[in-house]
């Protein structure tokens, strides 16, 4: 099996925030420059001012473009040729198959045998093959490093991996440099969803020392949670949830790594929050965003961090969300947060 570590980064190595601007300047007129979104209503419901970032805006509606083209840009052109391969339960899976599309290669993706069909016809669109496999991030990983055993290709990794983390940070520097144009000061808070924790991790690599970091996770997903309580990594068995995009069984080794020494708290959201949450977005802000991409918003709009911050970042993960999943969640919540 392959990877990308070629590259003179060993695989537990961990970011520095110069591997962040060195991505940002790869990625320079391959990602989207997202905007910062605030709104007036959300500041009320949150009693403070939310500064929004809209990575659900991003090339394959989520920030793991970031990442993976991050991964794929470091191949040499014998590497692409061999093939892309990852696993993945949607958007990650996407963001390879635009890395391979953009670059001419071609990818191979395992994805559960339940992954959001609006995510799979994307993959497919993009040009990569999808094979189907169990439900857990586990059945998933094995099966891609089958694949690639069998063909010699190589294994993009969804989150940890020092290219992907620093790909992935950089929807963070991104962030920083926004606020800093604006005039705005550090931030007091920043709220960083977690599945298998790269865009969180990253978070914690380049957010300003005065900002305190927060993730958030599905209940009964919250690898993250029991891992910090415990003092090493937890894994869980996913419970069900909204949040398709965060259920791995356990947090990236590496990422865990970076995001205990620097994280403030963890929280856990339900559903019903997320629901509301991502519902109230889009009536009062006109943002699309799907359960996951939510997460961090619902954390703010519902008043959990300690203490009184007065500037507060949110990150907005993704937005691929099936059109029926948005028709049942306007029903439940057609009032928004305050359902």
């Not at 692409?80 to 599309?101: E, M, P």
């Amino acid at each position: 099996m392959t990877t990308v570590d070629h590259v003179g980064l060993r695989g537990d190595r961990r970011v520095r925030r110069s591997d962040v601007e060195a991505a940002a300047t790869r990625l320079r007129g391959r990602i989207v420059r997202t905007p910062v979104i605030r709104n007036d209503v959300l500041d009320e419901i949150a009693g403070t001012e939310l500064w929004v970032k809209a990575e659900n805006l991003q090339h394959i509606g989520a920030f793991k473009a970031r990442g993976a083209l991050n991964n794929a840009l470091q191949l040499t052109t014998e590497e692409l040729a061999r093939g892309l391969i990852t696993y993945s339960s949607g958007n990650h899976a996407q963001a390879v198959a635009l890395a391979a599309n953009q670059l001419g290669a071609s990818a191979t993706i395992a994805m559960p045998i339940d992954a959001p069909t609006v995510k799979v016809d994307v993959v497919r669109r993009l040009g990569a093959t999808v094979v189907p496999i169990g439900t857990t991030s586990l059945e998933r990983k094995a099966k891609a490093l089958e694949i690639a055993n069998e063909t010699g290709g190589i294994i993009i990794e969804p989150f940890d991996h020092p290219h992907t983390i620093a790909g992935q940070a950089t929807a963070t520097l991104e962030f920083e440099r926004q606020l800093m144009e604006q005039g705005v000061e550090p931030l007091d808070a920043l709220i960083v969803p977690c599945g298998g924790g790269g865009i969180l991790a990253g978070a914690c690599v380049i957010a300003d020392r005065a900002t305190a970091v927060y993730g958030v996770e599905p209940f009964g997903c919250d690898s993250l949670g029991q891992s910090l309580r415990a003092g090493h990594i937890v894994a869980v068995e996913p419970g069900p949830t909204l949040a398709d995009g965060l259920k791995p069984t356990r947090i990236g080794a590496l990422n865990f790594k970076t995001i205990a020494t620097r994280i403030s708290e963890s929280f856990v959201v339900s559903d019903d929050e997320l629901g509301r949450a991502m519902i109230e977005l889009l009536l009062r802000a006109k943002l699309l965003v799907e359960p996951s991409g939510a997460a961090a918003l619902a954390i703010a709009l519902g008043r959990k961090l300690p203490g009184t911050p007065k500037r507060v970042g949110v990150m907005l993960t993704g937005g691929n969300v099936a059109p029926s999943t948005i028709a049942q969640l306007i029903s439940e919540y057609p009032g928004g947060w305050h359902q």
